[in-house]
Nanobody
Framework: QVQLVESGGGLVQAGGSLRLSCAAS????????RAWYRQAPGKQRELVAS???????SYVDAVKGRFTISGDNAKNTVYLQMDSLKPEDTAVYYC??????????WGQGTQVTVSS
């Protein structure tokens, strides 16, 4: 079994920064992609950013130029650096990994609140 634990969420003023971390532990798994999703109240969960095992990175348009996803394979950790935060970035952020076999693993989520 794979466990994902997110950290780094919190309350920040608009224009500020936060860095989310997601550490994987437990059974070894070959990872195809690592990603961050978010879910705001009353909205569907959306993909924010993803990084593949070969380093291909993509972002949702709303965060391009402000968020940066990165991974540390040695530490089995994925990060999301969030700069120039806006109130509309307020959400619960979840990390996800997808194995080479297509199985998804999710973290428990971390709250990010951006005040105006």
């Amino acid at each position: 079994q794979v466990q994902l634990v997110e950290s780094g969420g919190g309350l920040v003023q608009a224009g500020g920064s936060l860095r989310l971390s997601c550490a994987a532990s437990g059974s070894a798994v070959s990872v195809r992609t690592r990603a961050w999703y978010r879910q705001a109240p009353g909205k569907q969960r959306e993909l924010v950013a993803s990084i593949t095992k070969v380093g291909y990175i993509s972002y949702v348009d709303a965060v391009k130029g402000r968020f940066t996803i990165s991974g540390d394979n040695a530490k089995n950790t994925v990060y999301l650096q969030m700069d120039s935060l806006k109130p509309e970035d307020t959400a619960v952020y979840y990390c996800q990994i997808r194995s080479d076999y297509g199985r998804d693993y999710w973290g428990q989520g971390t709250q990010v609140t951006v005040s105006s």
